[in-house]
């Protein structure tokens, strides 16, 4: 008997600027590209973007993954190379044997835990039969899966400061995660608010997969938020919007209720505090790589 052959797979990765992404792109896609994906190829930090913007790091990998069928490639690599205008910094191919990528992506994706007591599981993983408080969460989906640091630093927070019988505020909810989170540790009203529909559509997705009734967490645009004052608010956006709605999410707040702010690199910290510092008190920091988390209380006036 024969054997079976594997499919192989090729690869052209170039590390170019961001302003000649697009052209790049294109020509991989004319060249047969069944998919291509952007890396970071310095270490340039992006966070989620705002509806309808897709930001990209200035120095920039573009990766084109081609089938087994690799005539164009040569072409496309002549092209690259004697572009005028292209600024090309790397270029290279790699060959990849088939495999089964869809068990090769869930293998790296163990449950994460948070603080001492807090766990997301993927949706194929066994989940122990034990006391600990469990959110489901496939990683990778859009709008926050605690993979990242600012998402790691605020439910970290959640696990040591449960919000029992508190009403809480979920601002730039994304996936929903933090709302999520705030229920499975005893929050009695939550509302979760955002500026994208679509992250309003995740969150009740999300609600769904973990079996919280609708009426547990409400979802809303911030102009229709219904609650007045909270005891406790989390916002997990970018600095800029942090400080814009210094204002408002301090206005969200009962006197002595508790506010979680992050989505903060260690370089903007001062101006996000210097926003807030005139109606916060017992203010705490935390780093966790290049990512702080601030965590205080509304001065009680």
Known sequence: MAATIKPRWQQVICRTHRDDQQAISDAMEAAGAVS????????Q???????????????IIITGLFSENFER????????????????????????EDQD???????????????????????????????????????????????????????EWLDQHPPQNKTVIDFGCGSG??????????????????IDEQALIATQDNMQRNQIDAKRILTCMPE???????????????SEPLITLSTQLISLLKPNGQIVLSGILQTQLDAVLAAYSNELEDVEIKELKEWVRISARKISK
């Open 224 to 238: 229709n938020l219904a609650v007045q004052e909270a005891d406790l608010v989390l916002a997990n956006i970018l």
């Open 36 to 43: 291509i994906t952007y890396q970071d190829a310095g270490d």
């Open 177 to 194: 995660i933090l709302a999520i989170a705030a229920a499975k540790l005893g929050a009695k009203e939550i509302h979760a608010t955002d």
């Open 73 to 96: 490639i040569p072409f496309l690599l002549f092209e690259l190379k004697d572009h005028p205008s292209w600024e090309i910094k790397e270029l290279r191919t790699e060959v990849l």
């Open 101 to 155: 990528w869809e068990r090769a992506w869930m293998k790296d994706f163990q449950p994460m835990k948070f603080g001492d007591n807090l766990w997301i599981y993927p949706s194929w993983s066994e989940m122990p039969d034990d006391n600990s408080v469990k959110i489901l969460l496939d990683p990778g989906l859009a709008f926050g899966t605690g993979t990242h640091p600012t998402t790691a630093l605020c439910l």
């Open 45 to 59: 930090p992006v966070l989620e973007p705002l509806p309808g913007e897709t930001p990209l790091w200035n120095d």
